[in-house]
T-cell receptor
Framework: NAGVTQTPKFQVLKTGQSMTLQCAQDMNHNSMYWYRQDPGMGLRLIYYSASEGTTDKGEVPNGYNVSRLNKREFSLRLESAAPSQTSVYFC?????????FGDGTRLSIL | AQSVAQPEDQVNVAEGNPLTVKCTYSVSGNPYLFWYVQYPNRGLQFLLKYITGDNLVKGSYGFEAEFNKSQTSFHLKKPSALVSDSALYFCAVRDPLSYNTDKLIFGTGTRLQVFP
C-alpha cells in the first residue's frame, strides 16, 4: 500500500530552469494538494484540486502551475525556477477526512 | 481571518514526564481540528482529530488532545514522553470556507525534544 508517492526525492536546479514534480496516490481520493515547507513558516498551500478536472490557487501560487492529469496524479510545474523556490514540496490527498502526505521533494535552486 | 497558532517553537521534556504541545485557533463556526507529526525527512503523519463530541480525543502512539471551546485551544498531550516522540508537530484546522475539499490551515509547528 504505497499511499502518496512523490518523485523525485531530491533535485538541484539552476535559476531559470523548468521542472515538474510528480505526485500519485492509490487511495482513490478526490482531493489533492501541493504544499511547500520552509523553516519557521509551517506548510503553505500552493495549489489544490478538489476533484479530477478542477484546480484552484492556494496561499502561494505565484511561479507555479499544476495539472490534475487524472484522479490519481497531480503534478506541480516550475516554469522558470528562482532561488526563492528552494524548499521542500509535499503532495497530499484526502477524501473528506485527514490528509495523507507523501515524503516530499527537496528542491534546491542555485 | 482563519488561523492557527502554535506559540512554542520548541518544547523540551525529560523521558517519562508528561508533555503538552499547545495550539490555539481562530475560525468561524465549529472547528474541525487535527494534529500531525513529522519525523526527519518524512511527510506529515496524521495523529488525531476533533470533529464533535467528547472534548478529549485519543489518537495514535498514546497521544491525546483536549478541545476547549471557551479558550479556543486544542492542546496535544501525552502522559509519559518517549525519546522516540522527538519530532515536529503541527496543529491544523479545516478551512470552514472549503465546502468541497479538506483544505487545512496549519500552524507553524512545534519541535518536541525528549531527553533521556
Amino acid at each position: 500500500n504505497a499511499g502518496v508517492t512523490q518523485t523525485p526525492k531530491f533535485q538541484v536546479l539552476k535559476t531559470g530552469q523548468s521542472m515538474t514534480l510528480q505526485c500519485a496516490q492509490d487511495m482513490n481520493h478526490n482531493s489533492m494538494y501541493w504544499y511547500r515547507q520552509d523553516p519557521g513558516m509551517g506548510l503553505r498551500l500552493i495549489y489544490y484540486s478538489a476533484s479530477e478536472g478542477t484546480t484552484d490557487k492556494g496561499e502561494v501560487p505565484n511561479g507555479y502551475n499544476v495539472s490534475r492529469l487524472n484522479k490519481r496524479e497531480f503534478s506541480l510545474r516550475l516554469e522558470s525556477a528562482a532561488p526563492s523556490q528552494t524548499s521542500v514540496y509535499f503532495c497530499a490527498s484526502s477524501e473528506f477526512g485527514p490528509q495523507h502526505f507523501g515524503d516530499g521533494t527537496r528542491l534546491s535552486i542555485l | 481571518a482563519q488561523s492557527v497558532a502554535q506559540p512554542e517553537d520548541q518544547v523540551n521534556v525529560a523521558e517519562g514526564n508528561p508533555l503538552t504541545v499547545k495550539c490555539t485557533y481562530s475560525v468561524s463556526g465549529n472547528p474541525y481540528l487535527f494534529w500531525y507529526v513529522q519525523y526527519p525527512n518524512r511527510g506529515l503523519q496524521f495523529l488525531l482529530k476533533y470533529i464533535t463530541g467528547d472534548n478529549l480525543v485519543k489518537g495514535s502512539y498514546g497521544f491525546e488532545a483536549e478541545f476547549n471551546k471557551s479558550q479556543t485551544s486544542f492542546h496535544l498531550k501525552k502522559p509519559s514522553a518517549l525519546v522516540s516522540d522527538s519530532a515536529l508537530y503541527f496543529c491544523a484546522v479545516r478551512d470552514p470556507l472549503s465546502y468541497n475539499t479538506d483544505k487545512l490551515i496549519f500552524g507553524t509547528g512545534t519541535r518536541l525534544q525528549v531527553f533521556p
